[in-house]
């Protein structure tokens, strides 16, 4: 499907946050990426899982979390109250861009961004749908009841730790959700065939739950 592609840049918290915004002709809604640890934008497996999303008509933004400086700090690194905070302003620039901002939002975290995802879909209703990849939901666990976002883990079979954190995350979701574990795969699902089969899983999800907005109806200027 064709779509049209742009590097953006996003100002949050005084800082800019590069993206890459990719709209198909026709897109009922966007997806938001948050990378994980030691990633970014550019991270193959989310670009992979994007293309395909765009495929099947659902915009993406691929984005930074962090600056290139603050990435170096491993203490932001992994502070998902600061990384849930920039991914909710994003959220904002998203829902006031004129390619953007009448489209469902949903969002797509990997790792420790899974758990930013889940931080900020909390109480956010705007955000129609969550899909966490080799998730560290955990450390969301204190706002787990109050996400109302449907929500879906994946986690590969060979991944046993992280299924555990994720069993128990589950637990505490109270929202439409599903868990789904990929047999044969690792925490990176780079094993032949798993990182398809997490594509299919987001891709069925996010094609069932991102409902288009309403067009925003004009202001009227009383004279």
Not at 4 to 18: F, G, H, M, N, P
Not at 210 to 219: C, D, G, I, K, S
Request: glycine residues 10%; contains cysteine.
């Amino acid at each position: 499907m064709d779509s049209t592609e742009q590097d953006v840049r996003i100002v949050v918290d005084a800082v800019e946050l590069d993206g890459i915004l990719s709209v198909p002709h026709g897109a009922a809604g966007i997806v938001l990426f948050a990378h994980g640890s030691g990633s970014s934008r550019l991270s193959p497996r989310n670009t992979y899982v994007a293309g395909e999303l765009r495929r099947a008509g659902i915009a993406t933004l691929l984005f930074d979390l962090l600056t290139l400086r603050e990435a170096a700090d491993r203490a932001m690194v992994f502070d998902v109250e600061l990384l849930a905070t920039r991914l909710g302003a994003t959220r904002g620039w998203v829902g006031h861009y004129a390619t953007t901002q009448n489209l469902a939002i949903g969002y797509f975290g990997a790792s420790t961004g899974a758990a930013a995802a889940l931080i900020a879909a909390a109480g956010d209703p705007t955000i129609q749908a969550v899909v966490s990849r080799g998730g560290r939901p955990d450390m969301a666990a204190a706002v787990l009841p109050k996400v109302t976002a449907p929500t879906l883990l994946i986690v590969g079979g060979d991944d046993t730790p992280v299924i555990r954190l994720n069993e128990q995350a589950y637990a505490l979701l109270h929202c439409e959700k599903a868990l789904r574990i990929v047999p044969g795969a690792s925490h990176l699902f780079e094993e032949p065939g798993t990182l398809e089969e997490v594509t299919r899983l987001a891709t069925e999800w996010f094609g069932r739950h991102l409902v288009r907005r309403p067009a925003t109806a004009p202001r009227v200027v009383a004279r």
